[in-house]
């Protein structure tokens, strides 16, 4: 489920606009505004635009596309069902104007781009039949616009999206969908429309660096190749603080690769100054991103560090216990659950939400041990 979601998140921003469309100086001011992190600013020029123009999809779908992605890289303060419906919405109030108009390669770009949008929202919302419908609409109708113009460089990057993540990553139900629906994918063909959007396109070139970053490090267990792809957005966008995350964390694995978990401890003061350290969340996602690799003994002593860095942190006693669970170290693993759910009252650097979160996920984990809080 977790790749299914991550599926449609890749999927979600990136629909691009090539060199047949007009790509004005407001809409690379609305881009960086996104990547960047403003999204108030961002919604305001979109909305204007919309009240210059309110027949026309393209901005419409520029607010789908602007509420869907700006979650990743800012905190909005919105609930993940009220982003889901505002993408809904203005996807659907694309495809409707769209579908007004006279049924140009452009407009046609708006519509299929407005169905991956939806798409998306049916996806989390675990409505996979709607889902699939809309992704076979977006299918269609950027598959026409590549054969009116071969060049519309933009269009590819949602084709590349539906042959790459059939072929190695849909499994289960949804993988029936897909089957049935004739979308079993092409890992080549995806990757090569992917990579001609992140070369050639325009507006959202960022966007197809960042699929293509995931893409990488997620499924390509290539490591180096993600980052530099990251490394391109960060050139570009250096507030956008999702590809400086997922670009760090390849960096310290690689550099634990080279030279050993050992070394990045002893040199992490000189790490902290070039990487702008100041947070239990960097080596606390290292952790987890080395646990998930199956390197649980990197894994082990990152957390043990993070700890020593951090001893009034909650969190970090919690990320420790699930790595000794993982290393079937239960009586470990109570141990830290224990001191996590002790310090989780007086963390002062969290919400209440999570202080609230964190608690009954500390209680459900010692009950899956055979112990709880008194014992």
Same mark, same amino acid.
């Given at each position: &489920? ?16 090539? %060199?047949? #469309?007009? !790509? ?16 108030? +600013? ?30 990743? *890289?800012?905190? =909005? ?6 982003? !889901?419906?505002?993408?809904? @919405?203005?996807?659907? &109030? ?5 579908? +007004? ?9 708006? !519509? ?70 004739? &979308? ?10 992917? /990579? ?26 290539? #490591? ?5 792809? @990251? ?14 995350? +997922?670009? +760090? ?39 987890? /991103?080395? &646990? ?12 043990? *560090?993070? #700890?020593?860095? @951090? ?14 669970? /993982? ?20 963390? =002062? ?9 964190? %608690? =009954? ?15």
């Amino acid at each position: &489920m977790k790749k299914l979601l991550l599926i449609f998140f890749v999927i979600a921003g990136i629909f691009v606009q090539g %060199k047949t #469309l007009n !790509i004005t100086q407001v809409d690379e001011e609305i881009n960086n505004q996104i990547f960047s992190g403003e999204w108030q +600013q961002a919604k305001m020029l979109i909305e204007k635009q919309i009240r210059k123009n309110p027949e026309h999809p393209k901005y419409y779908f520029m607010k789908a596309y602007m509420f869907y992605l700006s979650r990743y *890289f800012t905190d =909005t303060g919105m609930s993940r069902d009220s982003t !889901i419906n505002i993408v809904h @919405y203005y996807s659907r &109030m694309a495809i409707k104007k769209g579908e +007004q108009l006279e049924q140009t390669t452009e407009i046609k770009f708006y !519509i299929g781009s407005a169905y991956g949008y939806l798409a998306r929202a049916h996806g989390m919302r675990q409505e996979w039949w709607s889902a699939y419908w809309a992704a076979s609409d977006c299918e269609n109708y950027l598959e026409e616009v590549i054969e009116e113009d071969p060049n519309f460089y933009e269009a590819y990057f949602e084709l590349g999206v539906i042959n790459y993540y059939p072929a190695v990553a849909v499994t289960g139900f949804t993988s029936t969908i897909a089957w049935i629906g004739g &979308m079993s994918g092409d890992r080549e063909l995806g990757l090569e429309y992917l /990579n001609l959007v992140a070369d050639k396109g325009k507006l959202f070139k960022a966007e197809a660096n960042i699929a293509l970053g995931l893409i990488y490090n997620a499924f390509e267990n290539d #490591l180096t190749t993600s980052a530099d792809y @990251y490394g391109r957005v960060v050139e570009k966008h250096p507030e956008n603080n999702f590809a400086v995350t +997922q670009k +760090q964390r390849i960096d310290f694995t690689l550099f634990i690769d080279e030279k050993g978990v050992d070394h990045f401890i002893q040199n992490f003061n000189t790490l902290k100054v070039e990487y702008n350290i100041d947070d239990p969340n960097d080596l606390n996602i290292l952790g987890y /991103n080395l &646990m998930n690799r199956e390197r649980i003994d990197d894994a082990l002593a990152i957390f043990k *560090f993070n #700890l020593e860095l @951090y001893p009034h942190i909650a969190n970090c006693y919690d990320s420790l216990a699930e790595c000794f669970v /993982n290393r079937n170290e239960n009586e470990e693993a109570i141990k830290y659950y224990k001191l996590a759910y002790e310090k989780n009252p007086s963390d =002062t650097t969290t919400t209440e939400a999570y202080k609230e979160f964190l %608690k =009954t996920n500390i209680e459900e984990r010692l009950e899956e041990l055979g112990a709880n809080i008194n014992s």
